[in-house]
């Protein structure tokens, strides 16, 4: 049995298992107005840009607290109270941004749809149909309530021959699938550090188009959560940020933003992910799990497992049993009841996979769950 890598292997949709050197970046104490933060700041922001394709287009503009505060700032920031917000929903992400925008007093309509099949060009432009009124749209590109990955292509293809401005929810896919921005003419795209870029929580990062945001200038009804105040603040002091920072947090990023650029971008971590996703997938199916979804619908950050039909299952001891040996699992969300889902996002490679399926045998024979 190959060695564990980490003390504790955190295998939900993120937060996740980092490695020690982002960990390292939080022992230190900065000044949220010395050079060098600035310069941390700026850098992040530089790379983040740069792997989306928006240096020439958008900004990028983050913003304390979770990337939910940050979806609920471009609302606020972007979708004027005399616009209408269509928000596509095919899980529970998507259910949560329909939740902010109507606790904003957004004027939304939605577009509901199942986990599959995915959203098609024809629901999009039904949808526009019956409110042609819609001046935004909004989804969720990778859904890790159930694991669907979006396809955000098609529905920028329609925004765009329709005049409309797309806003999505990247939380879960940014650096680890391909986004370009420009090319997709984005109004924002919404990101997490603690996703593929393997950092900690506690900030939110929204990529705006220039164009859009300079339009926006007053628009923000919340004083903290205005976009637009925030980029003029940094823009004029050069990175500062306008309230207190988590400095921490942002050392972790940089950390994080550094291991990224040494694994060669996107593309490497999408091919360890995809890896280490197939790879558990196979597991489980070989120790007769099924899988909520089919493969070619599924994001390769998350799987998501029906719950064994065994009269001895059940997922608080399946979970305690896991956690024991050091391996933190995540039930399915209402969306997905009767599931559970592990993550394979974060510092994990081929080695931790296989120490995740003899950790699940474990756990199933101590559970008297048997095959």
Request: one cysteine or more; charged letters at 20%.
């Amino acid at each position: 049995m190959t060695d564990p890598r980490h003390d504790h292997y955190l295998l939900t949709p993120g937060p996740l298992t980092v490695p020690p050197s982002v960990k390292e970046q939080m022992l230190r104490d900065r000044s949220p107005n010395s050079p060098e933060f600035l310069q941390l700041t700026t850098g992040i922001c530089d790379y983040l840009l740069d792997i989306a394709n928006g240096t020439e287009t958008h900004v990028c503009v983050p913003l304390q607290g979770s990337a939910t505060y940050t979806n609920e700032a471009v609302m606020q920031t972007l979708v004027p109270r005399s616009g209408k917000i269509l928000v596509i929903q095919n899980g529970y992400y998507g259910q949560r941004l329909v939740e902010l925008a109507t606790g904003i007093g957004l004027n939304t309509v939605t577009l509901d749809l199942p986990m599959v099949p995915l959203l098609t060009r024809e629901d999009v432009e039904a949808a526009l149909a019956r409110d042609p009124d819609v001046t935004h749209i909004m989804l969720c590109h990778a859904e890790t309530g159930t694991g669907v990955l979006n396809p955000i292509e098609i529905v920028a293809e329609v925004a765009r021959e329709q005049g409309k401005e797309l806003i999505v929810d990247a939380v879960a896919s940014f650096a680890g699938f391909p986004i370009d921005v420009a090319a997709l003419d984005l109004a924002a795209l919404v990101i997490s550090p603690n996703k593929c870029l393997e950092s900690v929580p506690g900030i939110g990062i929204a990529m705006v188009r220039r164009t859009a945001l300079e339009a926006a200038q007053g628009n923000c009804p919340s004083v903290v959560l205005d976009l637009h105040g925030q980029w003029t603040h940094m823009t004029d002091t050069g990175g500062g940020w306008r309230w207190t920072p988590p400095t921490h947090v942002l050392g972790a990023l940089g950390e994080g933003v550094k291991r990224h650029k040494a694994e060669g971008g996107i593309a490497p971590r999408q091919a360890r992910y995809l890896e280490n996703w197939r790879l558990l997938v196979d597991g489980l199916r070989q120790r007769g799990f099924t899988t909520l979804l089919p493969d070619d619908v599924a994001a390769p950050i998350i799987v998501t497992v029906h719950d064994p039909d065994h009269p001895a299952y059940s997922f608080p001891a399946f979970h305690a049993a896991l956690e024991k040996q050091g391996f933190t699992i995540f039930p399915g969300r209402l969306t997905a009841a009767g599931t559970f889902r592990i993550g394979i996002m974060g510092d994990i490679v081929a080695s931790d996979i296989f120490l995740i399926l003899e950790a699940i045998d474990t756990a199933l024979a101590e559970i008297g769950v048997t095959s």
